[in-house]
């Protein structure tokens, strides 16, 4: 005898209750990711190896990528997938930051156990894109050993021109707020008058730059020219979106 309408209902509604529960946990849920401490990271490139400036290590939207951030030492960063191109992708969460992005395998230190994975690939594909980061970009997409191009500082009298390590505040780049300065009270190109522009974000509150003392991170826009230290003409920025890989 078939079942009847009643009976059928009885016996397929633990299953389809069971199947929707699944079907809304999290895709990370089951997932575990492995577990580090972050220690002081060396330089991706151009010059693999050597001791970043500043403390911490720099967070990148890809391996040997673009400046989104940085963590320091002593921070948690749990892993997604496995290293490429001598750096890991995952979750940075510390003082300032909590993001998923690329840090160079130098920043990896000691194994802590297992977390939750909560950086999907899905996310670390969409980042990878530069136009997904900022905009105004000091070179055409692809450049390579490319550190932006130098300009002087415009500090003066009420500026709060010191350079600050995060802007970020997730992986969705829409928007920002400065965090974590380099320096209590020194300004950004403290020695030379200058630091290189890399790009700007895109809700335009802040300029990526590389500072000679501090390295890698955010300053106001109006704390520099936008003009190109060695030709006195207005930075030259590009919108082209990288290549496939």
């Known amino acids: ?107 990896r230190g000691g194994h802590t156990g297992s977390r939750p994975d909560s950086c999907s690939m899905a996310t670390a594909r969409a980042i990878w894109q530069r136009t997904r980061i900022g905009t105004g970009f000091s070179a055409p997409a692809g450049t390579k050993k490319h550190s932006g191009v130098p300009t002087r500082v415009a500090t003066g009298q009420g500026k709060d021109c010191r350079l600050y390590y995060n802007y970020f505040s997730g992986t969705k780049f829409t928007h920002g707020a400065f965090r974590d300065p380099a320096h209590a009270d020194e300004q950004i190109g403290r020695r030379s008058g200058e630091v290189n522009y890399r790009f700007r974000t895109l809700d335009g509150g802040a300029l990526v730059v590389l500072d000679g003392d501090y390295g890698w991170g955010f300053v106001r826009p109006e704390c520099v020219t936008m003009l190109d230290a060695r030709t006195g003409r207005p930075i030259a920025t590009f919108n082209d979106p990288d290549r496939e890989r």
């Open 1 to 107: 005898m078939r079942p009847t309408g009643s009976r059928m209902l009885r016996r397929t509604a633990p299953a389809v209750v069971a199947s929707v529960a699944l079907a809304l946990l999290p895709a990370f849920a089951a997932v575990a990711g492995t577990a580090y401490t972050v220690e002081d990271g060396a330089i991706p490139s151009p010059n693999e190896g050597k001791d970043e400036l500043g403390a911490g290590a720099r967070i990148a939207n890809r391996p040997f990528g673009y400046y989104i951030g940085r963590v320091m030492s002593g921070s948690d960063f749990i892993q997604s997938g496995t290293a490429q191109k001598n750096h890991a992708y995952g979750r940075l969460r510390g003082s300032g930051v909590n993001m998923c992005g690329w840090i160079h395998l130098s920043a």
